[in-house]
């Protein structure tokens, strides 16, 4: 590198000489049809035009080479020295003039110039003095001596003037390597994670955006971590960072040829795929990588496990820019974590139209006033043993200045998506809390935790800060998760869930035996209130085996000493045929639609004749 730079920096030197040179000998070509004739004149014209044609070739040619090497460059230089000091030895050897002797001299300066390497400046420098002394050494012994003085500061002039520019050049040079190095050295640290060593954001992104410049068809696979929170959490970063380590490290040794893999942050990362491949073969990497990074590290001593989720989208066919791209391998990847877990889900071009609302959705989400937007609606929950409501579930509504009334699992979807959950539940919770304390004493109040809820003890701790704050009981208060929501972690989940009952807040499972292992939720969590799917009291009517089934759940929680709700009745026949059962709650529009808070509290003030009531409520809000 330092000696092409040399080479760089000389070439801007030789191409300034060489144009003065041709020009100069041109006008000596000129002079000496002027002047010679003959023989002297045939040998003395000939030299100086090739001298001036050379040069021209040189410059025009020779030096104009995108890279011009330091030996191709030395070679021009020895040339370019070569032809001044062969026009001058033709002139002494046809005429000899003792005063003009002193060319050699200057010769020797201007080859201190022309002479890019050191050797080749002492080659050059030295011919010209010893032919002086060739010439001279026919002069009397005080002529010989003045010249011989002549030639030693010549050349203590030239070589000095020589090393001196060489020197500033060199170290012009080096400064500019160092800082080349330094900028080199800062652009890898701006691209590169530091805590991985791969590709950064920044560095993925700009990668990404020259792709689409080019116009180059790609797959972007984003890649989630399922389970990394809870170890984080419960083993301290430290060993979290290393398991991301371990994680990158594992990746890199996956044979995907032509892949380029970042991490985007936290433990979201980032793939690169040739655009050659077909929707079959990325699922099948995808799913490749899912099950090398699912296998079990030994961290610290410590037998982790983590799974992993991925969305791939494809440029051009599922996105124009970068921005698009991501959008759609994130919705993707945001459909693997919901839904198809540890899978590789490919971004489905019938979904564009939903992928879309769910954007507008996330822009409302950020840019509405939620606080003035979002409201709840009250679901009574009815007893049929004491005839009367006894607490109500709180559902969530969002009527947008822009979307009009978005619909409940659309925008907490959404905002689950786009990380904006924590804020939708902060400001429901602070409404139904308001609600609640106004309502009587014996009437509770159900409230939805989504994952991310109860993901993040931080969030939670403030809910029971609002609680404290608010003067309302927290027995009065009872939150409902889903078995999609402790699913991703379990132990973390517990542990929150733990910290709400201490308090003395009531923990209900909800759309309990919607799931494949919702059994195994009643031993592990810390429950309080059971709530039957609906889609078994919907069959109660004409399905012997949802009867069985909906008495054995109620008989279940009765022997566990877990409240029980079914929910979604809606008809006097699937009443009559639950009543023999016993139920403990009813939640459905049999008894109350969901309303808003001032019908809701006009129910729970007038509790004397409940059926009636609430029937009456019923229909008025219908």
């Known amino acids: 590198m330092r000696e092409q730079a040399t080479a760089d920096a000389y070439v801007p030197i030789i191409r300034a000489i060489l144009l003065p040179g041709c020009l100069y000998y041109v006008y000596i070509t000129w002079s000496h049809w002027q002047d010679e004739t003959g023989f002297n004149l045939a040998v003395l014209a000939s030299i100086s035009a090739v001298t001036a044609i050379s040069y021209y070739l040189i410059r025009r040619y020779f ?3 995108e890279k011009v090497t330091l030996g191709r460059l030395e070679l021009a230089c020895i040339t370019i020295n070569m032809l001044i000091y062969i026009n001058v030895l033709a ?4 005429y000899f003039h003792m005063g003009k002797l002193v060319y050699f001299a200057l010769m020797a300066v201007i080859f201190s110039t022309t002479g890019v390497t050191l050797r080749a400046t002492l080659f050059s420098v030295l011919l010209s003095l010893a032919t002086l002394y060739w010439f001279a050494s026919d002069l009397t012994p005080t002529l010989f001596a003045q010249y011989l003085s002549i030639g030693i500061a010549s050349a203590f002039a030239a070589i000095s003037m020589a090393l001196l520019l060489r020197r500033a050049i060199l170290q012009q040079i080096d400064a500019r390597l160092l800082a080349d190095e330094l900028a080199t050295k800062a652009r890898h640290l701006a691209d590169t994670d530091m805590l991985t060593g791969v590709p950064n954001r920044r560095a993925m992104f700009d990668r990404i955006d020259y792709l689409v410049q080019q116009r180059r068809p790609f797959w972007m696979g984003i890649f989630d971590l399922d389970g990394f929170k809870g170890i984080n959490d419960v083993y301290g970063h430290v060993t979290g960072d290393r398991l991301l380590r371990a994680v990158v490290e594992r990746a890199k040794t996956m044979d995907m040829e032509g892949a380029t893999f970042g991490r985007i942050g936290g433990d979201e990362f980032i793939a690169i795929l040739p655009g050659t491949l077909s929707e079959e073969e990325v699922r099948r990497i995808g799913d490749r990588s899912i099950e090398t990074i699912s296998d079990p590290y030994q961290v610290d001593s410590l037998d982790l496990t983590v799974g992993a989720s991925a969305g791939f ?3 051009p066919s599922m996105g124009s820019s970068s921005a698009q791209l991501y959008e759609k391998a994130d919705f993707a990847l945001y459909k693997a974590k919901s839904q198809f877990r ?4 490919v971004f489905d071009t019938a979904e564009d139209q939903e992928m879309k609302q769910a954007i507008a959705i996330e822009r409302e989400l950020r840019e509405s006033n939620l606080e003035e937007e979002l409201y709840l609606l009250f679901q009574p929950q009815y007893s049929p043993c004491m005839k ?7 559902l969530a509504r969002w009527q947008n200045a822009n979307l009009g009334l978005v619909r409940p699992d ?14 939708v539940t902060d400001i429901l919770f602070t409404k139904g809390l308001a609600e609640l304390s106004k309502w009587p004493t014996d009437i509770s109040l159900s409230f939805n935790l989504s994952g991310q809820d109860i993901s993040n003890q931080a969030f939670i701790m403030s809910l029971l800060g609002k609680i404290m704050a608010s003067g309302v009981s927290p027995t009065r208060l009872e939150f409902e998760i889903t078995e999609t929501a402790v699913m991703s972690d379990l132990e973390t989940s517990k542990a929150v869930l733990d910290t709400l009952r201490a308090s003395g807040c009531k923990i209900a499972l909800d759309d309990f035996g919607s799931g494949y292992s919702s059994f195994e939720y009643l031993d592990e969590l810390p429950l309080d209130k059971v709530k039957v799917d609906r889609s078994f009291v919907r069959k109660v009517a004409h399905s012997e085996s949802s009867r069985e089934i909906v008495a054995g759940l109620i008989g279940l929680c009765r022997k566990l000493d877990l409240r029980c709700v079914l929910e979604g009745v809606e008809t006097e026949s699937e009443m009559a045929i639950l009543t023999p ?3 403990d709650l009813i939640q459905g529009y049999l008894f109350g639609k969901p309303m808003p808070a001032d019908e809701a509290r006009k129910l729970v003030l007038d509790q004397e004749d409940i059926p009636i009531k609430v029937r009456a409520a019923t229909r008025h809000s219908a």
């Open 91 to 94: 002139y002494f050897t046809l």
């Open 63 to 65: 030096l104009t080479a």
């Open 410 to 423: 659309h925008f907490i979807r959404a905002a689950e998506r786009a990380g904006h959950i924590r804020k």
């Open 388 to 394: 009367r409501v006894v607490g109500f579930e709180a």
């Open 581 to 583: 059962m016993e139920p």
């Open 313 to 315: 989208a494809h440029f």
């Open 342 to 345: 540890g899978q590789c889900i």
